[in-house]
């Protein structure tokens, strides 16, 4: 099973930036999809941005499109989290996830249960 390390998270006031990264123990046809989602205190996870790791396709969510960028480094088997521009309302914990092409045509999503390695979470506090 892919074994998946998050870092980077900490707090920031809005406006500010972090950059999270989340090592990835092997890239496999169960690590085709990495995504990164989130989830603050009360509200139910959502996946913010994803890449499909055989061609390097890109989606982002509508409430970071333009402020958060998803890359990997192949060479050092890390997915980052690149995030600009923060704002109080992307407060959350923040997971990395790995899983496999929910098929070749379709590709990867933002569905929860497609990403079947997770990891430990990594807090992202934003200030007003």
């Known amino acids: 099973q892919v074994q998946l390390v998050e870092s980077g998270g900490g707090s920031v006031q809005a406006g500010g930036s972090l950059r999270l990264s989340c090592v990835v123990s092997?890239?496999?046809?169960?690590?085709?999809?990495m995504g990164w989602f989130r989830q603050a205190p009360g509200k139910e996870r959502e996946g913010v941005a994803r890449?499909?790791?055989?061609?390097?396709?890109?989606v982002y969510a509508d409430s970071v499109k333009g402020r958060f960028t998803i890359s990997q480094d192949n060479a050092n088997n890390t997915v980052y989290l690149e995030m600009n521009s923060l704002k109080p309302e992307d407060a959350a914990m923040y997971y990395c996830?790995?899983?496999?092409?929910?098929?070749?045509?379709?590709?990867?999503?933002?569905?929860?249960?497609?990403?079947?390695?997770w990891g430990q979470g990594t807090r992202v506090t934003v200030s007003s």
């Open positions: 890449i499909r790791t055989t061609n390097g396709i890109k």
């Open positions: 092997a890239y496999t046809a169960s690590s085709a999809c």
């Open positions: 996830a790995a899983g496999a092409l929910r098929s070749f045509w379709t590709g990867c999503t933002f569905l929860s249960s497609d990403y079947n390695a």
